[in-house]
């Protein structure tokens, strides 16, 4: 099994994952989900001993909040906008009339208070307004998120949960926090059994304005990947990152450190479906065969 | 405390829950998280009881799986609709100019092929297309669910874990599952320590059209809720629920049960989050001063 859509095949047969009919939108079965969750511990484990404040966030957040996060700057063909019904009943009879017959009703809809959520950090932000405390603060947050990019690839889902230790305080702590959280975090993967490849990242900005943003990017080393084949072996997928964003979210969030100056932040980022997919690539579609100190890893 | 408000107030102080600036969109805290996830445990244990198919679904379902559950019909205040960007970069500076100027771009946008999932069990549907085997099927799923109704009450959420215990069969199987399950459920809800009522539910179906549907839902008691107070005393709140679909998913799904009449199908709906507030309102906000009967139960 070397070719990606057999591995997406075997991943369905095996009743490990479960298409809905949609591309990159599946369920997900308790064995799956399983190994998901002890990620999630093990994420959960690093945020303790960080002293980070522990976050699950719903799939959907603030409408304001991601605003100010220039998401829709940098990513829109990625988003997921929501609106809501809030009309009455001629609206509604209206709504129907045209659904039924196969035509747009989107007009008939008001904006939500709500976007799906892109990054489980963006909650976080608004959070800190003010200044933080010395030494800064560090949060363990997961969420599921959505990304737009309809794919066969079984790694790359449109509905996927990631996992961030994130760092807000000075330049330099968000900096060590990127570097030596990357550092660990791609430990904690080689430790379960994973061939981790640490690369500079290339993030898919959008369009011209994306070009600018990208190369800043990559001349900056802003961002750093770590990656592992899934689905082939010549298919190296980024399973983990680690992300300087500078004062990206300190500035509109005005978010100060203990020395006054606009707070930096860094986050490491655990792709934990992507690493649920590297493991069973890895290590067969039967958990129960896996090498024990993987098992002992995630099962301690 | 025997107010709704200072309940809300209550949870926020003791960093049970995270506000994000949108009413019924919060983050949960790691005990906050392990109690549902405890919930989760005991409905999956009785899944494997069932020999159900456990499924974790997104938090988006497929958009035409969405349409085929007519919940649309019913309650189109409640849903989230979805759309994306796939303009070029003139549309983006277009979307940009008038995000800025704080002017809708709605119609800038293409209908996602997903909508916020509304409830757990509707991607179970289209996979039972076609004829059930003798004894029907049972499914196990839960996800993050959507509904569109802001309130200040800590119990009533935009986004919220619902966990199903579904049937698909033979009208009388399919009844039998909603009362024996129900009558389960509820007596799991009273071993941690909830006080429960059974009343027939009343559900807010939407304008003219609806009334005729909640008069029906009530004569024919096709769903039941499980009650206990959240917040305040004299306010019940419905905690899980038993449904009797008939044929509401069988028909437009085409599923058959093996005699090859269309199927009917009931579930049994656990709020994974209300429980988890009725457990907070009831024992206490610290987990670790619960009576340890409940505590038992929940982390055997």
């Known amino acids: 099994m070397d070719d990606l859509t057999d591995f997406g095949t075997a991943l369905v047969e095996s009743e490990l994952i479960y298409p809905t009919g949609v591309a990159g939108v599946s369920g997900r079965s308790q064995q ?6 002890a990620l999630h511990d093990l994420a959960d484990q690093w945020g303790t001993e960080l002293g980070a404040t522990s976050i699950e966030f719903p799939p959907i957040v603030n409408r304001s909040t991601f605003a100010r996060t220039n998401y829709i700057q940098s990513f829109p063909d990625l988003i997921g906008v929501v609106s809501v019904f809030t009309g009455d009943d001629r609206d509604h009879a209206e709504l129907l009339r045209r659904s039924e017959a196969g ?6 809809l008001e904006p939500a208070e709500v976007f799906l959520a892109s990054a489980a950090c963006h909650p976080v932000y608004p959070m800190c307004t003010g200044s933080l405390p010395a030494g800064g603060r560090y949060f363990n947050v997961h969420s599921f998120c959505f990304r737009h990019e309809p794919s066969t690839d079984p790694a790359r889902s449109q509905a996927f949960q990631m ?3 994130v760092f807000i305080g000075t330049p330099e702590e968000a900096q060590r926090h990127r570097d030596a959280g990357l550092e660990h975090g791609v430990s904690l993967l080689r430790q379960l059994g ?7 990242a290339n993030d898919p900005f959008f369009g011209r304005l994306g070009t600018a943003m990208a190369n800043n990017q990559k001349d900056e080393i802003l961002k750093l990947e770590g990656t592992t084949p899934i689905g082939s072996s010549d298919h190296p997928v980024a399973i983990i990152s680690g992300n300087c964003h500078r004062d990206h979210f300190g500035e509109p969030f005005a978010i100060t450190s203990a020395d006054g100056a606009t707070a930096h932040s860094a986050c490491v980022a ?4 992507r690493i649920t997919l590297a493991l069973f690539w890895k290590h067969g579609l039967d958990v129960d065969k896996w090498p024990s100190e993987v098992a002992a890893t995630l099962w301690p």
Chains 1, 2 share one sequence.
């Open 194 to 200: 994973l061939d981790m490849t640490v690369v500079e």
């Open 163 to 165: 996992h961030e230790l």
């Open 270 to 273: 655990f792709g934990v479906d």
């Open 32 to 37: 799956y989900a399983a190994v998901a969750r």
């Open 103 to 108: 035509k747009d009703w989107q007009d008939l």
